[in-house]
């Protein structure tokens, strides 16, 4: 991003937090989807206001942005190496507290990266042919199940169904706490967490591959409370 570019996405983002919304960097690139429905979601987040970043620019724009116009990021990404220069602006991001939300495919980035697993909280391993080895089935209909209905992430939210792609025999770290699970034979039971790296609180959310959940008003809830949840200092 040149500078004239930076200036006029900092102006934005400055002009937007003074409207008490939410600003969230929202990351993209590296895995196909249908933009278009992606950001009605978005668009119709009225206390959210978005700026999008895209690979392969996003991961160092991230370490030039004024950390105080920005209240968390989203990543909808999943590129498959990071340079040393581009983890500088993770480490930026997690010391500062920054709030970060990861939605699907992005726990199958930076499958190297041995780091990023204690980032998101879990892993799609993609190594083929080993115990680890991690699988997927697109249009599944499942039930997602409530952990915590008093938790801020999914407070207001009852269990229910939606219609999507699972991931299964992904590795989830056994020091996040679990706030949605499915008991859906080829899914990995724990499908959404919640943890802390360093100062920043991290939200995961399995679901997402395409309208089925973005149009899904329970998914939309869960996005929204998500990135209120991560955004609190
Ligand atoms: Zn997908």
């Known amino acids: 991003m040149k500078r004239f570019q930076l200036l006029i996405l900092s102006l934005f983002l400055i002009a937007s937090a ?17 933009r278009e429905s ?7 987040f009225q206390d959210i206001s978005y ?7 996003a ?7 004024d950390l105080k116009t920005f209240d968390a990021v989203v990543f909808y990404d999943m590129p498959k190496t990071i340079s040393e220069a581009e983890k500088e602006s993770y480490y930026k991001l997690l010391k500062s507290g920054k709030g970060l939300v990861f939605l699907h495919h992005s726990q199958c980035s930076y499958q190297a990266w041995d780091e990023y697993i204690t ?3 879990g892993k799609y391993h993609e190594e083929k042919n080993t115990p680890q080895t991690s699988t997927y089935q697109h249009d599944v209909t499942f039930a997602v199940k409530i952990t915590d209905q008093k938790h801020p992430v999914t407070k207001g939210i009852k269990n229910f169904e939606i219609l999507d792609e699972v991931y ?9 706490t679990p706030l949605l699970t ?13 943890h802390k790296k360093e100062n920043s609180h991290i939200v995961y959310i399995q679901p997402g591959h395409d309208k089925n959940s ?14 209120a949840y991560v955004s609190e200092k």
């Open 168 to 176: 299964g025999n992904t590795e989830v770290l056994p020091g996040v």
């Open 119 to 121: 980032i998101v909280g």
């Open 182 to 194: 499915t008991d859906h034979p080829q899914s990995s039971k724990i499908i959404g967490w919640t």
């Open 51 to 57: 700026t999008e970043l895209k690979h392969p620019e």
């Open 214 to 227: 973005w149009f899904n008003p329970n998914y939309q809830k869960l996005v929204k409370q998500a990135i």
């Open 59 to 65: 991961n160092l724009q991230l370490g030039t942005i």
């Open 18 to 34: 003074s409207a008490k919304k939410l600003n969230v960097i929202v990351v993209t690139g590296g895995h196909n989807f249908d």
């Open 38 to 44: 992606f950001f009605e979601m978005f668009d119709s």
